[in-house]
């Protein structure tokens, strides 16, 4: 079993050696799609919309509908970026599902620029509306000795954000990995068992299709029952080869329970991890982007600012 | 571990890539996608707005309008009322006045009528009387001519006064 980071394809011999991990090539392919796509979308666009179009301004004007609701009428402006932000982190996690690709939220280098970059529009909001003077003097408040807490809530925001995405995303990684690992090492042990003898084959084989075939009235179990019975016969096929000793060890418990587990980490906490790291990043930027009349008050009386 | 980067590392030229094509997407999401999305959603948005608020004055003005002529009809029909209503009057005091002159020309001409009838008459007897006269002296004279006697003469006289006056 081995838990490694991207792998590294190749490394350009410059500036102390460029390397172009999986993430590289990802994020690559993650920026093409998203922008073939966007331009596709938006070509062509007329009064009386076809299907398409109906589809693409449903989606944009419910985007635009979420960040104003999230950060206010005044800040709908930052739109394009949450949903760029959204998708390629939607589309970066999804893209680990093909096989070859690996997510490029399962990087931290991923995470941590996208959550470094929301940290530094957020400071530079708050230096431009208030000023750079005053945005520093906020850390020594309400009194001098909160500098450092200050200073460390500023610093956790971006490193919270960058590691719970990466952690969600890597994590389920992991996961499937030790699952996988885990299969493997039963179906070998199963096989081992099983292929000892003839007598284990034929009594794992009649279990088997005894499970699969004999029907009874209680639906709740049927479910459960094929699949063992499935499972069973497969173990009892692989373990006649192996006692023939054509096939060693086949990992067949590896088709199918994978897919439940993949379901959930790649799809499901993709989406939701996308949507968690768009609305805090929309949730920190609203507070460092005021409504326009409250900016005035902030950058009169300098001592109004408030941590988010 | 040759060809692998660790599982928890920071590898500053990924981020570097990362960064810039997030910057890319956004820019080409931005100018590309939502900003002709958002104007085409904005105008058309517009556009009904316009349409609606167009339909909603041309119906108050229509409104406005019917209030309008409901209130002139109303207005003609009371004018004709009146017109109607004076023109009878007026009929009705001049049909009054035309009988009242007509009956008053009526009294007067029958008045003369009698009048005149009364002088004529008057005037006829008059006449009569001095013919009757004249007719007696004619005859007086012819009778005094033939020499009757005087008392002869005056029985006829009286007696023929008396008979014209008779008839008369």
Same mark, same amino acid.
Request: net charge positive; with cysteine.
């Given at each position: 079993?081995?838990?490694?980071?991207?792998?590294?394809?190749?490394?350009?011999?410059?500036?102390?050696?460029?390397?172009?991990?999986?993430?590289?090539?990802?994020?690559?392919?993650?920026?093409?799609?998203?922008?073939?796509?966007?331009?596709?979308?938006?070509?062509?666009?007329?009064?009386?919309?076809?299907?398409?179009?109906?589809?693409?301004?449903?989606?944009?004007?419910?985007?635009?509908?979420?960040?104003?609701?999230?950060?206010?009428?005044?800040?709908?402006?930052?739109?394009?970026?949450?949903?760029?932000?959204?998708?390629?982190?939607?589309?970066?996690?999804?893209?680990?599902?093909?096989?070859?690709?690996?997510?490029?939220?399962?990087?931290?280098?991923?995470?941590?620029?996208?959550?470094?970059?929301?940290?530094?529009?957020?400071?530079?909001?708050?230096?431009?509306?208030?000023?750079?003077?005053?945005?520093?003097?906020?850390?020594?408040?309400?009194?001098?000795?909160?500098?450092?807490?200050?200073?460390?809530?500023?610093?956790?925001?971006?490193?919270?954000?960058?590691?719970?995405?990466?952690?969600?995303?890597?994590?389920?990684?992991?996961?499937?990995?030790?699952?996988?690992?885990?299969?493997?090492?039963?179906?070998?042990?199963?096989?081992?068992?099983?292929?000892?003898?003839?007598?284990?084959?034929?009594?794992?084989?009649?279990?088997?299709?005894?499970?699969?075939?004999?029907?009874?009235?209680?639906?709740?179990?049927?479910?459960?029952?094929?699949?063992?019975?499935?499972?069973?016969?497969?173990?009892?096929?692989?373990?006649?080869?192996?006692?023939?000793?054509?096939?060693?060890?086949?990992?067949?418990?590896?088709?199918?329970?994978?897919?439940?587990?993949?379901?959930?980490?790649?799809?499901?906490?993709?989406?939701?991890?996308?949507?968690?790291?768009?609305?805090?990043?929309?949730?920190?930027?609203?507070?460092?982007?005021?409504?326009?009349?409250?900016?005035?008050?902030?950058?009169?009386?300098?001592?109004?600012?408030?941590?988010? | 571990?040759?060809?692998?980067?660790?599982?928890?590392?920071?590898?500053?030229?990924?981020?570097?890539?990362?960064?810039?094509?997030?910057?890319?997407?956004?820019?080409?999401?931005?100018?590309?996608?939502?900003?002709?999305?958002?104007?085409?959603?904005?105008?058309?948005?517009?556009?009904?707005?316009?349409?609606?608020?167009?339909?909603?004055?041309?119906?108050?003005?229509?409104?406005?309008?019917?209030?309008?002529?409901?209130?002139?009809?109303?207005?003609?029909?009371?004018?004709?009322? %009146? /017109? !109607? @209503? *004076? =023109?009878? +009057?007026? $009929? &009705? #005091?001049?049909?009054? %006045? /035309? !009988? @009242? *002159? =007509?009956? +008053?020309? $009526? &009294? #007067?001409?029958?008045?003369?009528?009698?009048?005149?009838?009364?002088?004529?008459?008057?005037?006829?007897?008059?006449?009569?009387?001095?013919?009757?006269?004249?007719?007696?002296?004619?005859?007086?004279?012819?009778?005094?001519?033939?020499?009757?006697?005087?008392?002869?003469?005056?029985?006829?006289?009286?007696?023929?006064?008396?008979?014209?006056?008779?008839?008369?």
């Amino acid at each position: 079993m081995n838990i490694t980071g991207p792998k590294i394809y190749f490394t350009i011999p410059v500036l102390g050696g460029i390397n172009i991990t999986q993430t590289v090539v990802s994020s690559f392919i993650v920026m093409v799609i998203l922008c073939v796509a966007g331009i596709l979308l938006g070509r062509n666009l007329t009064r009386r919309p076809g299907r398409m179009q109906v589809i693409t301004e449903k989606g944009v004007s419910m985007i635009y509908g979420l960040v104003e609701e999230a950060m206010g009428p005044y800040n709908v402006s930052w739109t394009p970026y949450i949903a760029s932000l959204f998708m390629s982190s939607l589309l970066g996690s999804l893209i680990g599902m093909t096989g070859i690709l690996r997510s490029t939220t399962a990087d931290l280098s991923t995470t941590a620029t996208w959550a470094v970059m929301t940290s530094v529009i957020c400071w530079y909001q708050n230096i431009k509306n208030i000023g750079l003077k005053a945005w520093l003097k906020g850390f020594t408040e309400p009194i001098v000795v909160m500098t450092p807490m200050n200073i460390v809530s500023e610093i956790a925001q971006p490193v919270s954000l960058a590691f719970r995405h990466f952690g969600n995303v890597a994590g389920g990684g992991v996961i499937t990995t030790m699952v996988y690992w885990a299969l493997s090492g039963l179906s070998v042990a199963l096989l081992r068992l099983v292929a000892g003898s003839y007598i284990a084959v034929c009594v794992v084989l009649v279990l088997g299709g005894v499970l699969l075939l004999v029907h009874k009235k209680e639906k709740k179990v049927k479910a459960i029952r094929k699949v063992l019975g499935i499972l069973m016969i497969a173990l009892a096929l692989f373990g006649f080869l192996q006692r023939l000793g054509v096939t060693q060890g086949v990992p067949f418990l590896q088709v199918g329970i994978p897919a439940v587990l993949s379901l959930y980490f790649d799809c499901f906490s993709g989406l939701i991890q996308a949507f968690v790291f768009s609305l805090l990043s929309m949730i920190y930027i609203s507070n460092a982007c005021p409504p326009p009349e409250e900016r005035k008050v902030r950058g009169g009386g300098k001592k109004e600012r408030t941590d988010p | 571990m040759e060809g692998f980067e660790n599982f928890i590392g920071l590898n500053p030229w990924t981020a570097l890539f990362t960064l810039c094509n997030l910057v890319i997407t956004f820019l080409i999401l931005r100018k590309f996608l939502f900003k002709p999305v958002k104007k085409m959603i904005d105008s058309r948005q517009k556009e009904i707005d316009d349409l609606y608020a167009d339909a909603g004055a041309a119906k108050s003005e229509a409104e406005a309008m019917r209030s309008d002529y409901e209130q002139k009809l109303l207005e003609a029909r009371q004018t004709s009322a %009146e /017109i !109607l @209503r *004076q =023109a009878q +009057s007026d $009929a &009705d #005091a001049k049909g009054e %006045e /035309i !009988l @009242r *002159q =007509a009956r +008053s020309d $009526a &009294d #007067a001409l029958r008045d003369k009528a009698r009048s005149d009838i009364a002088l004529e008459k008057k005037k006829a007897l008059n006449d009569i009387k001095s013919d009757i006269s004249q007719i007696a002296l004619d005859i007086a004279e012819k009778v005094v001519e033939k020499e009757i006697n005087a008392a002869d003469q005056q029985a006829l006289i009286e007696e023929f006064i008396r008979n014209m006056g008779d008839e008369v």
